[in-house]
């Protein structure tokens, strides 16, 4: 005969088992996977990524410079001014009597002839320059010169002129002006401006090459001729 306490023990012992605790679940399992520091440490290998291709770009770009410095040895381009043809050229007085001058105007008309000398072996894109026409530091004008490609090894005539139509020179210069054209028969110019270049290898261009050209050059008014000049490079800048 059963007893209660039997039956009661039997029943404990076919009852299916109770499901377990979720706090102990939850200790077995960990804590849970955060979304956002799975995506920080994604953008952090992104950035290293970029980081490391952007230094090795930067390698990469300083070995073809040392290649194209060592193996081509690259010279400065020569752009000197070859020749100066005066067509016209007026100095005239603003006032009249034996008072000083309170102004000059002076009309300019010239042609300058330049001689682009490439002493590389390979071609080199001049980009369009301007170059400053000054009076004791007052600009003029400005002789405009057009960009072209010069092959390896070869020299080119560069043509531009000057156009100077009843230029107003104040007071503060007038009087050297007017005494420069008229008692000593001379003007002096200056000529000054950055000149830009590119060593084109394989059909690439290098980096700009910027050439600083001075020239000085002094014109007769009486014979409508120049008497002097002396051009050259000033500086070479990278």
Do not use: W
């Not at 004791?136 to 090894?153: D, I, K, N, S, W």
């Not at 600083?212 to 120049?226: G, K, N």
């Amino acid at each position: 005969m059963t007893t209660p306490n039997n039956r009661t023990n039997g029943d404990n012992h076919h009852r299916p088992n109770s499901p377990p605790d979720p706090r102990r679940r939850r200790h077995y399992l960990g804590p849970p996977i955060s979304t956002s520091s799975s995506s920080a440490a994604s953008f952090k290998g992104c950035c290293c990524c970029l980081f490391l291709l952007l230094i090795f770009l930067a390698f990469l770009a300083v070995a073809v410079a040392l290649v194209v410095v060592l193996v081509l040895k690259p010279k400065k381009p020569q752009f000197d001014l070859q020749q100066v043809a005066v067509q016209y050229l007026l100095v005239a007085p603003a006032v009249g009597g034996g008072a000083p001058p309170a102004a000059a105007y002076l009309s300019l008309n010239i042609t300058l002839m330049f001689i682009a000398n490439n002493p590389n072996k390979v071609g080199i894109r001049y980009d369009a320059a301007a170059l400053d026409v000054m009076y004791r530091g007052v600009p003029l004008g400005v002789a405009t010169v057009p960009g072209f490609e010069q092959p390896a090894h070869s020299r080119r005539l560069v043509e531009t002129r000057v156009v100077v139509d009843h230029f107003n020179v104040l007071q503060s210069d007038a009087l050297d002006l007017v005494r420069d054209a008229l008692l000593n028969d001379r003007v002096d110019l200056r000529l000054t401006g950055d000149v830009s270049a590119k060593i084109l290898v394989l059909g690439v261009s290098t980096p700009r090459v910027q050439v600083s050209v001075d020239c000085a050059i002094v014109i007769s008014p009486r014979r409508q001729s120049l008497t002097y000049k002396q051009c050259g490079v000033d500086g070479l800048n990278f």
